[in-house]
Protein backbone atom coordinates (compact mmCIF):
# COMPACT_ATOMS: atom_id res chain seq x y z
CA UNK A 1 0.00 0.00 0.00
CA UNK A 2 1.08 3.87 0.03
CA UNK A 3 2.04 3.62 -3.27
CA UNK A 4 2.89 7.06 -5.45
CA UNK A 5 4.03 7.34 -8.73
CA UNK A 6 5.68 10.21 -11.24
CA UNK A 7 5.97 10.88 -14.43
CA UNK A 8 8.20 11.04 -16.95
CA UNK A 9 10.77 9.44 -14.78
CA UNK A 10 13.25 11.84 -17.02
CA UNK A 11 12.99 14.51 -19.03
CA UNK A 12 15.27 16.52 -21.72
CA UNK A 13 14.35 19.50 -22.53
CA UNK A 14 15.62 22.61 -24.19
CA UNK A 15 16.60 26.04 -22.44
CA UNK A 16 13.47 28.16 -22.22
CA UNK A 17 11.30 25.34 -22.73
CA UNK A 18 8.68 24.28 -20.29
CA UNK A 19 8.31 20.82 -18.44
CA UNK A 20 5.23 19.39 -16.37
CA UNK A 21 5.60 16.65 -13.94
CA UNK A 22 2.90 14.68 -13.03
CA UNK A 23 3.09 12.72 -9.49
CA UNK A 24 -0.25 10.64 -8.57
CA UNK A 25 -1.23 8.71 -5.37
CA UNK A 26 -1.96 5.24 -6.74
CA UNK A 27 -4.06 3.17 -3.11
CA UNK A 28 -4.68 6.16 -1.21
CA UNK A 29 -6.48 9.54 -1.36
CA UNK A 30 -3.76 12.78 -0.57
CA UNK A 31 -5.15 15.80 0.83
CA UNK A 32 -1.66 17.02 0.97
CA UNK A 33 1.23 16.78 -1.35
CA UNK A 34 5.16 17.77 -1.36
CA UNK A 35 7.64 18.89 -3.86
CA UNK A 36 11.09 18.38 -3.19
CA UNK A 37 14.12 19.01 -5.34
CA UNK A 38 17.48 17.39 -4.76
CA UNK A 39 21.04 18.09 -6.04
CA UNK A 40 23.70 15.01 -6.21
CA UNK A 41 24.93 14.45 -3.18
CA UNK A 42 22.96 16.83 -1.09
CA UNK A 43 19.61 16.68 0.99
CA UNK A 44 15.94 16.97 -0.17
CA UNK A 45 14.86 20.60 -0.15
CA UNK A 46 11.07 21.09 0.47
CA UNK A 47 9.78 23.43 -2.52
CA UNK A 48 6.22 23.46 -1.64
CA UNK A 49 3.25 22.10 -0.20
CA UNK A 50 0.26 21.71 -1.92
CA UNK A 51 -3.41 21.01 -0.83
CA UNK A 52 -6.24 19.51 -2.64
CA UNK A 53 -8.21 22.41 -4.14
CA UNK A 54 -6.21 25.18 -3.04
CA UNK A 55 -2.99 27.47 -3.85
CA UNK A 56 0.19 25.58 -3.13
CA UNK A 57 2.79 27.05 -0.49
CA UNK A 58 5.93 27.43 -1.95
CA UNK A 59 9.39 27.52 0.61
CA UNK A 60 11.76 30.85 1.04
CA UNK A 61 13.43 31.32 -2.11
CA UNK A 62 11.47 29.19 -4.42
CA UNK A 63 9.58 31.15 -7.76
CA UNK A 64 5.76 30.43 -7.65
CA UNK A 65 5.85 31.58 -11.32
CA UNK A 66 8.43 29.52 -12.26
CA UNK A 67 7.61 26.22 -10.14
CA UNK A 68 4.16 25.97 -10.94
CA UNK A 69 1.63 23.75 -8.64
CA UNK A 70 -1.50 22.47 -9.10
CA UNK A 71 -3.70 20.14 -7.14
CA UNK A 72 -6.70 19.19 -8.86
CA UNK A 73 -7.67 16.19 -7.12
CA UNK A 74 -6.74 13.97 -3.65
CA UNK A 75 -4.92 11.66 -6.21
CA UNK A 76 -2.87 13.76 -8.91
CA UNK A 77 -0.84 16.97 -7.88
CA UNK A 78 1.54 18.42 -10.81
CA UNK A 79 4.34 20.57 -11.09
CA UNK A 80 5.40 22.32 -14.56
CA UNK A 81 8.80 24.07 -14.78
CA UNK A 82 8.48 27.00 -16.73
CA UNK A 83 11.04 28.88 -18.72
CA UNK A 84 13.61 26.26 -17.86
CA UNK A 85 17.09 27.09 -17.79
CA UNK A 86 19.97 24.56 -17.00
CA UNK A 87 20.40 25.86 -13.47
CA UNK A 88 17.13 23.93 -13.02
CA UNK A 89 18.33 20.94 -14.03
CA UNK A 90 17.86 18.54 -10.93
CA UNK A 91 16.16 15.66 -9.18
CA UNK A 92 12.61 16.57 -8.41
CA UNK A 93 10.50 14.07 -6.13
CA UNK A 94 7.20 14.12 -5.02
CA UNK A 95 5.46 12.94 -1.97
CA UNK A 96 2.14 12.70 -0.49
CA UNK A 97 0.85 12.20 2.86
CA UNK A 98 -1.34 9.13 4.18
CA UNK A 99 -4.11 11.31 6.10
CA UNK A 100 -3.60 11.70 9.57
CA UNK A 101 -0.96 9.86 10.10
CA UNK A 102 2.35 12.38 9.23
CA UNK A 103 3.75 9.81 6.84
CA UNK A 104 4.93 10.82 3.34
CA UNK A 105 4.92 8.39 0.79
CA UNK A 106 7.66 9.55 -1.69
CA UNK A 107 7.05 8.85 -5.61
CA UNK A 108 10.70 7.68 -7.53
CA UNK A 109 11.69 11.42 -8.88
CA UNK A 110 11.75 12.60 -12.00
CA UNK A 111 15.40 13.69 -12.91
CA UNK A 112 15.22 16.88 -15.13
CA UNK A 113 18.09 17.73 -17.50
CA UNK A 114 17.89 21.09 -19.35
CA UNK A 115 20.03 21.83 -21.80
CA UNK B 1 16.51 28.38 13.58
CA UNK B 2 15.05 24.93 12.63
CA UNK B 3 18.00 22.50 11.87
CA UNK B 4 18.26 18.69 12.13
CA UNK B 5 22.58 16.97 11.61
CA UNK B 6 23.57 13.93 11.35
CA UNK B 7 26.72 12.47 10.72
CA UNK B 8 27.59 12.30 7.34
CA UNK B 9 28.37 8.68 6.97
CA UNK B 10 29.02 5.22 8.51
CA UNK B 11 30.56 1.95 7.98
CA UNK B 12 29.67 -1.27 9.38
CA UNK B 13 30.25 -4.96 8.61
CA UNK B 14 27.49 -7.42 7.43
CA UNK B 15 25.45 -9.07 10.50
CA UNK B 16 25.99 -5.93 12.78
CA UNK B 17 23.51 -3.61 14.34
CA UNK B 18 23.36 0.05 13.01
CA UNK B 19 22.48 3.13 15.29
CA UNK B 20 21.72 6.63 13.42
CA UNK B 21 21.49 9.37 15.44
CA UNK B 22 19.76 12.73 14.55
CA UNK B 23 19.65 16.17 16.52
CA UNK B 24 16.68 18.10 16.43
CA UNK B 25 16.93 20.90 19.14
CA UNK B 26 13.69 23.04 17.93
CA UNK B 27 11.57 20.01 17.54
CA UNK B 28 7.86 21.18 18.41
CA UNK B 29 6.12 19.48 21.16
CA UNK B 30 3.43 17.82 19.04
CA UNK B 31 5.56 16.99 16.12
CA UNK B 32 6.66 13.87 14.61
CA UNK B 33 9.88 12.02 13.39
CA UNK B 34 10.50 9.89 10.96
CA UNK B 35 12.97 7.99 9.22
CA UNK B 36 13.86 6.92 5.28
CA UNK B 37 16.29 5.62 2.72
CA UNK B 38 17.32 6.13 -0.26
CA UNK B 39 18.94 4.34 -3.01
CA UNK B 40 20.39 6.34 -5.51
CA UNK B 41 18.10 8.20 -8.10
CA UNK B 42 15.45 6.79 -6.09
CA UNK B 43 13.05 8.68 -4.04
CA UNK B 44 13.29 8.12 -0.11
CA UNK B 45 11.66 4.66 1.18
CA UNK B 46 9.58 4.91 4.42
CA UNK B 47 11.16 3.27 7.48
CA UNK B 48 9.88 4.43 10.57
CA UNK B 49 8.03 7.29 12.74
CA UNK B 50 7.41 7.76 16.00
CA UNK B 51 6.65 10.76 18.50
CA UNK B 52 8.73 9.44 22.08
CA UNK B 53 10.03 6.73 23.49
CA UNK B 54 10.30 3.78 22.03
CA UNK B 55 8.88 2.75 18.14
CA UNK B 56 10.16 -0.53 16.36
CA UNK B 57 8.58 -2.38 13.57
CA UNK B 58 9.64 -5.28 10.99
CA UNK B 59 13.02 -3.89 10.05
CA UNK B 60 13.97 -0.91 12.11
CA UNK B 61 13.69 0.52 15.75
CA UNK B 62 13.44 4.35 16.66
CA UNK B 63 14.32 5.66 19.96
CA UNK B 64 13.78 8.99 21.08
CA UNK B 65 15.01 10.38 24.82
CA UNK B 66 12.59 12.02 26.92
CA UNK B 67 13.45 15.59 25.43
CA UNK B 68 13.29 14.91 21.86
CA UNK B 69 16.25 16.43 20.72
CA UNK B 70 17.67 13.65 19.11
CA UNK B 71 16.59 10.61 18.04
CA UNK B 72 18.39 7.35 16.73
CA UNK B 73 17.24 4.81 14.45
CA UNK B 74 18.18 1.38 14.81
CA UNK B 75 18.81 -1.26 12.37
CA UNK B 76 19.44 -5.05 13.47
CA UNK B 77 21.67 -7.25 11.77
CA UNK B 78 22.65 -5.24 8.91
CA UNK B 79 23.30 -7.05 5.03
CA UNK B 80 24.89 -5.40 1.68
CA UNK B 81 21.66 -4.59 0.41
CA UNK B 82 21.22 -1.94 3.15
CA UNK B 83 23.87 0.55 1.89
CA UNK B 84 21.81 3.60 0.90
CA UNK B 85 22.04 7.07 2.76
CA UNK B 86 19.23 7.62 5.70
CA UNK B 87 17.71 10.70 6.65
CA UNK B 88 15.37 11.79 9.48
CA UNK B 89 12.69 14.29 8.69
CA UNK B 90 11.19 16.41 11.50
CA UNK B 91 8.35 18.87 11.33
CA UNK B 92 9.08 22.29 12.40
CA UNK B 93 6.91 25.24 13.85
CA UNK B 94 7.94 28.17 12.54
CA UNK B 95 5.66 31.64 13.27
CA UNK B 96 2.53 29.35 12.97
CA UNK B 97 3.51 27.31 9.87
CA UNK B 98 4.82 23.98 9.62
CA UNK B 99 8.37 23.39 8.13
CA UNK B 100 9.07 20.05 7.04
CA UNK B 101 13.21 19.63 7.01
CA UNK B 102 15.08 16.69 5.56
CA UNK B 103 18.23 15.83 8.35
CA UNK B 104 21.61 15.73 6.47
CA UNK B 105 21.87 12.34 5.60
CA UNK B 106 23.94 9.57 6.41
CA UNK B 107 25.16 7.71 3.97
CA UNK B 108 25.41 3.59 5.55
CA UNK B 109 28.06 1.84 4.28
CA UNK B 110 27.87 -1.91 4.36
CA UNK B 111 30.96 -4.25 4.36
CA UNK B 112 31.25 -7.78 3.83
Known amino acids: GAVVSQHPSWVICKSGTSVKIECRSLDFQATTMFWYRQFPKQSLMLMAT?????????EQGVEKDKFLINHASLTLSTLTVTSAHPEDSSFYIC???????????FGPGTRLTVT | LAKTTQPISMDSYEGQEVNITCSHN???????ITWYQQFPSQGPRFIIQ???TKVTNEVASLFIPADRKSSTLSLPRVSLSDTAVYYCLVVFVTSGTYKYIFGTGTRLKVLA
Open chain 1, 50 to 58: SNEGSKATY
Open chain 1, 95 to 105: SAELSGSYEQY
Open chain 2, 50 to 52: GYK
Open chain 2, 26 to 32: NIATNDY
